[in-house]
Each structure stands twice: as structure tokens, then as C-alpha cells.
């Protein structure tokens, strides 16, 4: 009489708990069983995500493109900053609220990126970028717009030339430099575009006189 009685029991047990029925034990102490697995899952895809990222130590190529990254994010940043104020064209504004956004982005990227590979980022332009910079912030006008473009196809050719480089290599640092190419290509047309024009009313201005 009994054993009816019980498998009824069990039977309403599974049909009240199927998510936790295969996992339960007999004494109903594993209910905590799947919170536990599903945390335990999480916890290696993190690890090993992290080890990707980075937690191979830096070699000293690793350590000279990430400084020199970081330096030329911050410098691409204040220098889009002094091209929204003094500016005078529309054009060579928005590009420089493109750098200040675009750069500022990837410095936050860059920086974690040395965080996560044990290198001391900078905190500063290095001593050529302030001169640009100090260079820059003395000239207005059509003067400020010329030498501004200048001084952004000069730069972004040869950041371009330096994530190639590490883009083609193998180290750790190949994948991010395979994503910054593409900003870094804009930025170099939106300069030669700003050069150009320069140039046609540099050219008209003449013609004028």
C-alpha cells in the first residue's frame, strides 16, 4: 500500500520541480546545484577572456608601440580640442571634434591595453607633439587651417606606416592594431581633403589679387 502512495509522491515532485528534478538529490539538499554551475561557467569564459586580452608580459616592442600610441591619442585629442576653437572654417572644426572623439576612445582602449599587459602608460604628449601643439596655438585664421591640415596628413601617414607594421606581426598587440587602421585611414583622407581645399583657396586668394 505504501509504494503506490510513494510514486504518486514523486511523481507530483517532478511535475512541481522538472528544471531542478534531474540535478536534485534524495535528501533535496542540491537545489542550490544549478545557481552554483551556472557561476562556476561564468568564471572561466572571464579568465580566459582576460588571457587573451592580454596578460602576456610586454616585450619591449610592445612597450615602445603602446607609449607611443598613448602619446599620440592624447596629442590627437588636445589638438582636436584648439582646432574646435580656432578654427575658421566649419570643416576644420568638425574635424577636430572627430579627433577629440575618435582619439579619446581609442586612448581609453590603448590604456587598458597597457593595464592589461603591466606597461606604465604616459601621461603627457611627448616633447615633439607639445611643440606641434605650442606651434599651432600661436596662429588664427586661414593660417591656423593650413598648418593645422598639414600637421594631420604628416601625423596620420605616419601613425598609419606604424600600425601596418604591428598589424602584420604576430604579437599581442596585432589585433588592435588591425582596428585602429580603418579610423586612422579616415582621419588621413579627412586631412588631405582639408589640405586640398586650403590649397584651392590659397590658390583663388592669389588669383583675386
Known amino acids: 500500500m505504501m509504494k503506490p502512495i510513494l510514486a504518486a509522491g514523486f511523481a ?7 528544471a531542478y528534478a534531474q540535478t536534485m538529490a534524495p535528501g533535496g539538499t542540491s537545489t542550490q546545484n544549478p545557481p552554483a554551475a551556472s557561476s562556476t561557467q561564468r568564471a572561466p569564459a572571464a579568465t580566459s577572456t ?13 612597450q615602445a608601440f603602446l607609449k607611443d600610441a598613448i602619446e599620440g591619442d592624447m596629442a590627437e585629442v588636445k589638438v582636436g580640442e584648439l582646432a574646435q576653437q580656432k578654427g575658421q572654417s566649419q570643416d576644420v572644426k568638425q574635424f577636430g571634434q572627430m579627433l577629440q572623439q575618435d582619439h579619446g576612445q581609442h586612448l581609453t582602449q590603448a590604456q587598458q591595453q597597457a593595464q592589461q599587459m603591466g606597461v606604465t602608460p604616459p601621461t603627457q604628449p611627448n616633447a615633439k607633439q607639445k611643440a606641434m601643439y605650442d606651434h599651432l596655438s600661436k596662429l588664427s585664421g586661414t593660417q591656423f587651417d593650413k598648418a593645422f591640415a598639414q600637421g594631420m596628413v604628416k601625423d596620420h601617414k605616419e601613425d598609419i606606416a606604424k600600425y601596418q607594421k604591428e598589424a602584420k606581426g604576430k604579437g599581442p598587440l596585432a589585433g588592435f ?24 583657396v590659397g ?3 592669389r588669383n583675386a589679387k
Do not use: C, F
Open 50 to 62: 582576460q588571457k587573451q586580452a592580454g596578460t602576456q608580459k610586454a616585450s619591449k616592442a610592445d
Open 203 to 205: 590658390s583663388g586668394n
Open 12 to 18: 507530483a515532485a517532478l511535475m512541481a520541480g522538472t
Open 177 to 200: 592594431a588591425q582596428q585602429t587602421l580603418p579610423v586612422l585611414q579616415k582621419h588621413l583622407q579627412a586631412a588631405q581633403s582639408l589640405q586640398n581645399a586650403g590649397a584651392a
